[in-house]
């Protein structure tokens, strides 16, 4: 358990990721990935992802991108909203953790790459991922947060 100073440290942190994320989602949304960006970056990440996670893509992702783009550009939205309101602060980060891993499935393959490259392939989403791992292991709704307000009871009618 991280002490009560540090938790507001952990808050500040958790609501400027929020706010990543919910420009993150908004510029999906508002832009060109849920009209047919992602179908493009589906394809260009296929081409070099593992190959299991390439089959996948190609057979599964690919003819369905649209409703696929929409679901993650609404998932980053949902995860900002989450993160910055600090409503179910876990849940969300936990599900911020699997959206990378499946991003990371897409970019850390370096076939006969060597060591340097497999660590920068990735990258953000790599920092993402660790990110989201410390913000669930924080408890990073402990304070400013709706989390924090309802286990105070603030959501208790009286």
Do not use: H
Not at 1 to 14: E, L, N, Q, T
Not at 67 to 82: K, N, R, S
Request: aromatic fraction near 12%.
């Amino acid at each position: 358990m991280i002490s009560p100073r540090a938790a507001y440290g952990v808050a500040i942190v958790r609501m400027l990721t929020g706010v990543i994320f919910v420009a993150e989602g908004a510029s999906k949304i508002f832009g060109e990935f849920v009209r047919g960006g992602f179908a493009k970056s589906v394809r260009e990440v296929a081409a070099e992802a593992w190959p299991m996670w390439a089959s996948f893509l190609r057979s599964v992702v690919l003819p369905n991108a649209r409703p696929f783009g929409w679901f993650f550009a609404l998932a980053e939205l949902a995860l900002g909203i989450g993160l910055l309101l600090g409503l179910l602060t876990r849940v969300a980060s936990v599900c911020g953790v699997i959206l990378m891993t499946l991003l990371l499935l897409g970019q850390t393959r370096v076939p006969g790459g060597s060591w340097e490259k497999w660590v920068t392939a990735g990258l953000t989403a790599k920092f993402a991922f660790l990110l989201l791992w410390l913000l669930v292991l924080a408890d990073a709704g402990r304070v400013w947060a709706v989390d924090a307000a309802l286990r105070r009871g603030g959501g208790r009618r009286r």
